[in-house]
């Protein structure tokens, strides 16, 4: 079954009529790598159908999240993401510039969603791990912006040098 089809399925069995609009959510969805905001959907979708309503799209979303087929990455402030990928893997969330990035490495503790059910009867729908800090760009920006900063400190001083103030003795 295609992601796609997964989240199709999900809302025919919630009851849901599948829309030309709602089939068109779900395939950009699918196919889809980044981490989209409602507002990104509805930006990207509404270029190639006008006819599509904000409303449509938020609620779409709100409902296959309800439903457990994606998951909200919420960054405060009604500022969410939506994880389309149920994989297990690790959000890295930058602090900063809120770039999402995918970790598919060995997950520690994670993937057995089997064992999980059958020890603790919870069934997980997907698993979510997130790790916040700062991306490589954001790190290479702040150490510019540290550099630049310094530099324009310290030039300050030895311009004050520069005009006669070198004699740093008391008379």
Same mark, same amino acid.
């Given at each position: 079954?295609?992601?796609?089809?997964?989240?199709?399925?999900?809302?025919?069995?919630?009851?849901?009529?599948?829309?030309?609009?709602?089939?068109?959510?779900? /395939?950009?969805?699918?196919? +889809? #790598?980044?981490?989209? $905001?409602?507002?990104? &959907?509805? *930006?990207?979708?509404?270029? %190639?159908?006008?006819?599509?309503?904000?409303? $449509? &799209?938020?609620?779409?979303?709100? +409902?296959?999240? =309800?439903?457990? &087929?994606?998951? %909200?990455? @919420?960054? @405060?402030?009604? #500022?969410?993401?939506?994880? $389309?990928?149920?994989?297990?893997?690790?959000?890295?969330?930058?602090?900063?510039?809120? !770039?999402?990035?995918?970790? /598919?490495?060995?997950?520690?503790?994670? @993937?057995? *969603? %089997?064992?999980?059910?059958? /020890? $603790?009867?919870?069934?997980?729908?997907?698993?979510?791990? *997130?790790? &916040?800090?700062?991306?490589? %760009?954001?790190?290479?920006?702040?150490?510019? =912006?540290?550099?630049?900063?310094?530099?324009?400190?310290?030039?300050?001083?030895?311009?004050? !040098?520069? *005009? @006669?103030?070198?004699?740093?003795?008391?008379?």
């Amino acid at each position: 079954m295609t992601q796609a089809n997964r989240f199709l399925n999900a809302l025919k069995q919630a009851g849901y009529r599948i829309t030309p609009q709602r089939r068109i959510i779900c /395939e950009y969805l699918a196919q +889809t #790598h980044s981490h989209p $905001t409602p507002y990104q &959907v509805y *930006e990207e979708l509404s270029r %190639e159908h006008p006819d599509i309503s904000r409303a $449509t &799209v938020y609620n779409t979303l709100n +409902t296959l999240q =309800e439903l457990g &087929v994606i998951v %909200e990455i @919420g960054f @405060g402030a009604g #500022h969410s993401h939506y994880e $389309t990928n149920p994989a297990p893997h690790i959000n890295l969330i930058c602090l900063r510039c809120h !770039k999402i990035i995918d970790y /598919e490495g060995p997950l520690p503790a994670l @993937g057995d *969603e %089997e064992w999980m059910a059958r /020890e $603790t009867g919870f069934q997980p729908v997907a698993a979510k791990v *997130e790790v &916040v800090g700062f991306c490589r %760009e954001c790190r290479e920006r702040k150490k510019a =912006e540290i550099l630049a900063q310094w530099h324009s400190q310290r030039g300050t001083t030895d311009d004050s !040098k520069q *005009e @006669g103030n070198h004699d740093d003795t008391v008379s």
